[in-house]
DNA sequence: CCCCTTTTTGACAATCATTTTCATTTTCTC
DNA sequence: GAGAAAATGAAAATGATTGTCAAAAAGGGG
């Protein structure tokens, strides 16, 4: 399809770590191309909506956006300081959350675990 | 101290669900305060920075809060439609967020967890 | 290729929660 | 009560995100 899409997804292929719109637009721009900042948003919509990136909020309320190596369900351990991130899995968390909405009587049951640390080469700086 | 930061602290204890700045404004104002929106911003800022209400971002970046029970660390069973929430506790999860950050060289771990669902109320509408 | 329909794009304006400003009011201290 | 310090709120500013809409690109017969 779309090579605007296609542009946003291999941008964010090469981060290792959650980037937003707006940092996209800007990496973007800075390597030459033409993409207006309406353009990057939709992409990353889409791409989130079809479950081919991750996405979560920063502390402000930012969405942030990775592409992730796992279609598989899974959370992440994140670099608070340069926002670098590592797929993690917990299938502890995963029965717990559960079990405990299912111990209330909740019903369609999901959750969101993140995180969050100084990684190992920040921690030297 | 502040007469107005005691006015939005027992308006969010009246609630049993998160709520927004702007949702606190509203029911203040409907119950003829004449508080203004910056100060419910302001104490919400507050009580939030002192531990006192527990803050979180809804999928689209709102910030909500609440005045939980506990002031200890815990985790959260949030409904869905109405917003009502349970206060929950995972000693495993805590182990597993601290041992993952840690096998992975992170340090100053911390974590978000929160547990969505439709409460048994809403779902039988 | 050419014409026409459909989709994609991007500049710009509009939203909307949240933050800043700043002058006024209230509270505190002496 | 007088003056300094903290709290308040109206209005403007901010900043990410979304909506609008006309121009550009892509597709598909003929
Ligand atoms: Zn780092
Ligand atoms: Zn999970
Ligand atoms: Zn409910
Ligand atoms: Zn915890």
Redesign the pocket.
């Known amino acids: ?5 296609e ?1 946003v997804r291999q941008a964010l292929t090469g981060c290792t770590g959650f980037r ?3 940092d996209l637009y800007a990496d973007l721009r800075a390597g030459g ?11 990353l ?1 889409a791409l989130s909506d079809s479950g081919e990136v991750d996405v979560l909020r920063t502390d ?4 942030v956006y990775r592409a992730c190596d796992s279609e598989a369900h899974h959370h992440h351990l994140v670099c608070r300081k340069c926002s670098t991130a590592v797929e993690i899995e917990g299938p502890a968390v995963e029965e717990w959350a559960a079990e405990v909405g299912a111990r209330h009587g909740f019903t369609g049951v999901t959750h969101t675990v993140e995180v969050f640390g100084t990684c190992a080469e920040c921690a030297r700086s």
């Open positions: 399809m779309s090579t605007r899409r542009t937003s719109a707006q191309s033409k993409i207006g900042l309406t353009t990057v948003y939709r992409a919509q402000d309320g930012e969405a």
